[in-house]
């Protein structure tokens, strides 16, 4: 997966325009507790003690992964692609999606997680932080965000 992100990263910079992608997937992780635990070794600066957990709907997750997913911008700062790119992209895309989906069932807890202090990225024109809780004692925490 970690190949894949970087080559959405790659493909989708543009003028004035780049973005950033991540999955960290932490094993034993039966509560939020542990989850915030997990985040603060992974990510130091950040601040999971204090990030108020916003539970979403599957749709709302999508909608959200796909907003940043398809977002091209303008003339001042975006993403222009050749047919040729934009088909390398949208295969990355569905692989990506594809990913996030095997994780997904009626008993994943999906939550927003509103604080972007400490995690990679910048965001400017779109940004997400999803913790994904999941039946089999794992948890995912996935972020994309664009900047300038």
Same mark, same amino acid.
């Given at each position: 997966?970690?190949?894949?992100? =970087?080559? $959405?990263?790659? $493909?989708?910079? #543009?003028?004035?325009?780049?973005?950033?992608?991540?999955?960290? !997937?932490?094993? =034993?992780?039966? *509560?939020?507790?542990?989850?915030? !635990? =997990?985040?603060?070794?992974?990510?130091?600066?950040?601040?999971?003690?204090?990030? =108020?957990?916003?539970?979403?709907?599957?749709?709302?997750?999508? +909608?959200?992964?796909?907003? #940043?997913?398809?977002?091209?911008?303008?003339?001042?700062?975006?993403?222009?692609? @050749?047919?040729?790119?934009?088909?390398? $992209?949208?295969?990355?895309?569905?692989?990506?999606?594809?990913?996030?989906?095997? &994780?997904? *069932?009626?008993?994943?807890?999906? &939550?927003?997680?509103?604080?972007?202090? #400490?995690?990679? #990225?910048?965001?400017?024109?779109?940004?997400?932080? &999803?913790?994904?809780?999941? @039946? *089999? +004692?794992?948890? $995912? &925490?996935?972020?994309?965000?664009?900047? @300038?």
């Amino acid at each position: 997966m970690r190949d894949i992100l =970087n080559q $959405l990263e790659h $493909l989708m910079y #543009g003028y004035n325009y780049q973005v950033t992608f991540g999955i960290d !997937i932490f094993e =034993n992780c039966t *509560n939020l507790d542990e989850f915030q !635990i =997990n985040l603060k070794k992974r990510f130091p600066d950040s601040r999971p003690e204090i990030a =108020n957990l916003i539970p979403f709907n599957v749709e709302e997750f999508w +909608d959200e992964i796909n907003f #940043g997913l398809s977002y091209r911008g303008d003339s001042t700062a975006g993403l222009t692609l @050749d047919e040729k790119k934009n088909e390398k $992209l949208e295969k990355l895309q569905l692989a990506y999606k594809d990913f996030l989906r095997q &994780f997904i *069932n009626e008993n994943t807890k999906i &939550f927003s997680y509103p604080d972007e202090e #400490g995690i990679p #990225g910048y965001p400017v024109y779109w940004d997400y932080r &999803f913790v994904m809780q999941t @039946d *089999n +004692d794992k948890c $995912l &925490f996935i972020y994309g965000s664009s900047s @300038d």
